[in-house]
Structure formats: C-alpha cells, structure tokens
C-alpha cells in the first residue's frame, strides 16, 4: 500500500496497487478536478513535490514537456512508484481551491417543476462550456436589467458531467427576481448564470459523522452536499432534519425516500412548525434536536436557511456539544453580496 501525501494541509491517502492518484483521492473524499479520466483534458493536472509515478499515455496537449520538466502530472493517469508521493492540492486547512466564477454563462431551462405552494425547482443545462462548481456553492441569476437584478440562488445538484445544474427558488413578496422566474421564465428560455460562489462547502474528506439542518429552500445546498457525499460512497451516519411550517412545504419527500432505501446511512427527518400531521414531528428544530441526538461533540454540521433559522440551529447544535470548527452555515439573507474567493482559494492552473 503506497502513501499520498498532499500539501499545505499534510494530510495523507492510502493508493491500492493499481489504482491512479486521482482514483485514491476520491476514495478518500478528495473531489480533485476531473473531465475526461483519460489524459486528454488537463483538468487533473497537479504539481509533484517529491516522490516517483509512472504518468501513463496521456496527450501532448494535456501536458507539455515543460510541465512535465517542472514537475506537474495529470492524476488521472498517474500512479505511484515509490513508497510516498507528495503533490500539491487545495488549501492549508485541506479545503479544495475554488474554481474561478465566470459571468453570464448561458443556460437553457430544460425544466420548471412546482415544489411547493412558493418554491419552483429549474432545472438548467448550459450551452456551451460547463460551469465547474463545489457542492454547496451558489450563483447569481437575474434578467439583465435593473427591474430584475441578480440574485443569488444555492445549486441543488452535485456537479454532473454533462454541467446540468438544479435551482429552488422560492418566491419572495416583492422580489423581482424571484416573480419574474416564477411567472414569466418558461422551459426552452435562455437565462444568464454568472459564479460560482460561496465557501460553504467543508472538508469533502470529513469522516466524522453529520448533520444537515435546513428550512425552505435551504435544503438545496443541502442536496447538493448530501448527494456529491452520497455518490461517492460516504458510509457515516448522515441526518437531514429539514424544518417546514406545512406539510405542502415538505418537498422532494421522493428522493428522500430513495436516498433512504439505496443508503442505508441516510435518514431524512422533517418537522412541522405550523400545523400538525399524524406521523409527522411537529415543533422547531430547537426542540426536535434534542430528541434525536444527545452528543454532537464529534459530527460535522450543515445549516442553511434564513439568518434567525441558522443561529437557531447553530445554538441548539453548540448546546449539544458541537465543535465551532466542524459547523458550517449558509444564511440566506435577501441581498447579500456574492462571496468571491480570495486569490489563494482559487484552482490554480499552471
């Protein structure tokens, strides 16, 4: 068993005999940027530090001989030689580098599907190049035109490979945008996306068990976390305890269903908070945590919803022993400016 190594964070893999870089990252949860897993695209492409690999059949085009003389590979292909193989990967706290957002990339809305009484789930697929993006991470819609301003809506999908990507929106009195998407905004419309943006991703490598706690169109940075974990095999114990004051605002109760019978550690748990139903819990998250867990000393959390609904949260789960560094939120204020990653954060291409 070969050793990877991967800095600033120190952090390191074990690689089957066999196996390529790439393939050990991801076992371990380590989302590298990937496209063709063929050594043809370069989008794996990472710098050696230390350490031997046999770099494999990979294109000329993909990576040059002066990469290859300043010690970059394409993990895709790469596999270990020596012992220990050190490379350069994400951030010092082992947070992967953020992509770089782009402005107004076009979509095409290939679905409009009614979730609830105020929530519409677009679902959009891009014309040309994908827009590469983190689970948890959001982007900026608007109709181009100061009557209907950007605004910023969570990607609900873990990335796929064709760049389809899936939005809840909820429809805010008064809000421009959310109106003009909600009445005039119809499938085969061309939109405009730009990002992506955020931080509210976490360390994709957790193995700490979790909990995920949203209210409203929170849950859809939610389902794009809990998904990408999901797919690439996550086995601890993960909880959805998703706050909704109607049981018409319980939405994609399908999915749950399924995530439920196809992983055996996902549990969906929803609340009610303004009527009761048989069957169903009733109360705030406040009161319902406690009843469900007792020690959240070592579980990652998740919160998204609105500002009041994420300090609730983050209260009820710090009462329950929850660490600082393992709580993540996302507070859906109703204009808040994107977050732009800092120059270290970001994908640094050579």
Not at 166 to 176: F, P, R, S, Y
Not at 210 to 221: I, Y
Not at 259 to 281: A, I
Not at 328 to 342: A, M, V
Request: hydrophobic content about 40%; aromatic content about 8%.
């Amino acid at each position: 068993m070969r050793r990877i190594r991967i800095e600033p964070s120190g952090r390191e893999v074990d690689c089957a005999e066999g196996d390529t870089v790439l393939q050990a990252l991801e076992k371990a949860g380590y989302a590298l940027p990937n496209n063709c897993r063929a050594g043809a695209c370069g989008e794996c492409k990472v710098r050696v530090v230390d350490g031997r690999f046999d770099q494999g059949m990979v294109l000329d085009m993909a990576l040059s001989a002066e990469e290859r003389e300043a010690g970059f590979g394409l993990m895709c292909m790469a596999k270990p030689l020596s012992d220990a193989l050190t490379i350069e990967w994400g951030t010092a706290d082992a947070r992967p580098k953020l992509f770089p957002p782009r402005e107004n990339v076009s979509f095409v809305v290939v679905e409009k599907i009614p979730r609830t009484p105020s929530i519409c789930e677009f679902v959009l697929k891009p014309v040309a190049q994908p827009l590469r993006f983190w689970p948890g991470q959001y982007v900026m819609v608007g109709g181009g035109r100061a009557a209907i301003p950007d605004r910023s809506y969570s990607i609900a999908s873990a990335p796929k490979p064709d760049g389809e990507i899936v939005l809840q929106v909820t429809k805010v009195d008064g809000g421009a945008t959310s109106t003009w998407l909600h009445e005039q905004v119809k499938v085969g419309d061309l939109i405009r996306v730009s990002g992506p943006y955020g931080t509210f991703i976490g360390d994709p490598s957790v193995e700490t068990p979790v909990l995920c706690m949203a209210a409203g169109s929170g849950l859809a940075p939610i389902l794009s976390l809990a998904e990408a974990a999901l797919r690439r095999g996550f086995a601890k114990p993960v909880m959805l305890l998703f706050s909704a004051r109607t049981e018409a605002d319980v939405y994609d109760r399908g999915l749950m269903a399924y995530w439920q019978m196809k992983h055996r550690n996902f549990r969906f748990v929803p609340t009610l908070t303004r009527e009761q139903k048989p069957g169903m819990r009733h109360g705030r998250i406040t009161d319902v945590l406690p009843k469900l867990l007792t020690d959240l000393s070592a579980h990652s959390v998740f919160i998204a919803g609105s500002p009041a609904f994420v300090d609730a949260g983050k209260a009820a789960a710090k009462a329950l022993g929850a660490q600082d560094g393992l709580i993540h939120t996302e507070g859906y204020y109703p204009r808040y400016p994107p977050i732009t990653p800092k120059p270290e954060q970001l994908l640094a291409r050579p």
